[in-house]
């Protein structure tokens, strides 16, 4: 299972299926992401800041947030090869793409997290 869909079903949005593209018009269900994320970073040890932060949105989810992973999901997800070396950049690209990625599958995420 690739580190997106891992994403994607930790948050219940659709199946493992979800990152490919549809090939059929039908119907997604909406998942208030918000509230999961808000939830889960609440009962987390750490205070963590998944709204800003690729690291702190994988913590909360339980999932793999070292650098190796992180360049994996961005490799997985169409990273610019420019930014790989930089992971700062890297980051960057990868926080904005994953909630976009999340919002294109049905996750309500609120606009502002998305510009």
Same mark, same amino acid.
């Given at each position: 299972?690739?580190?997106? /869909?891992?994403? $994607?079903?930790?948050? %219940?949005?659709?199946? *493992?299926?979800a *990152? *490919?593209?549809?090939t !059929? *018009? ?10 999961? =994320? @808000?939830?889960?970073?609440?009962? #987390?040890? @750490?205070?963590?800041?998944?709204? !800003? /932060?690729?690291?702190? =949105? ?6 793999? /947030?070292?650098? !190796? ?15 790989? %070396? ?5 980051? !960057?690209?990868? #926080? ?7 919002? @294109?599958?049905? %996750?309500?995420?609120?606009? @502002?997290? $998305?510009?």
């Amino acid at each position: 299972m690739s580190l997106f /869909s891992s994403i $994607l079903a930790k948050l %219940g949005i659709g199946s *493992a299926e979800a *990152a *490919a593209p549809a090939t !059929t *018009a039908t119907a997604i269900d909406t998942v208030d992401v918000m509230a999961k =994320l @808000e939830g889960m970073a609440g009962a #987390h040890a @750490e205070k963590l800041n998944w709204k !800003t /932060s690729i690291v702190d =949105l994988l913590k909360v989810l339980g999932l793999d /947030s070292s650098l !190796t992973a992180r360049k994996e999901l961005a490799t997985e997800l169409g990273c610019p090869a420019a930014m790989m %070396g930089e992971s700062a950049q890297m980051n !960057t690209w990868l #926080h904005k793409t994953v909630l976009q990625k999340l919002a @294109e599958n049905g %996750g309500n995420i609120p606009k @502002e997290l $998305l510009d």
